[in-house]
């Protein structure tokens, strides 16, 4: 299975690729050069390259300044947010019907509590013998 970036950022100097796709900071491809040609043209302009997609032949680098990177992980960031948000969480309480007092306000409190934070809850009341 590819390993996926966990992590958005420059990748400096150490470039395991030979041959590189290269986009430039405005979005526009460059085309395929060489490693050595892309780090000149990184230094030249005083940019980073950045891995956009490596699971692809050849690689994806971009050149970014470094507002660009930051911009891009406050975005990334923000989208991992939101996709975390998209799951229901569902929390499951089972008691018998001769609990003591006491144990049931416990457990009707939380029940408060996660209905509060927005979790499905589902209840399930056994029968005493």
Do not use: C
Request: glycine share 4%.
């Amino acid at each position: 299975a590819p390993k996926t970036k966990a992590q958005f950022g420059s990748v400096g100097r150490r470039i395991p690729y030979r041959i590189l796709h290269v986009i430039n900071q405005d979005g526009e491809s460059l085309g395929h050069m060489h490693r050595a040609e892309a780090l000149q043209l990184m230094d030249q302009h005083n940019l980073k390259l950045v891995l956009l997609r490596e699971n692809v032949e050849p690689p994806v680098y971009r050149l970014m300044t470094g507002q660009q990177i930051h911009e891009e992980q406050l975005r990334r960031a923000e989208k991992k947010k939101a996709s975390q948000k998209a799951g229901v969480v569902q929390k499951e309480l089972s008691f018998s019907s001769t609990i003591a007092k006491n144990d049931f306000e416990t457990k009707t409190k939380q029940i408060a509590q996660w209905i509060e934070k927005k979790y499905h809850v589902k209840v399930t009341i056994r029968q005493a013998k």
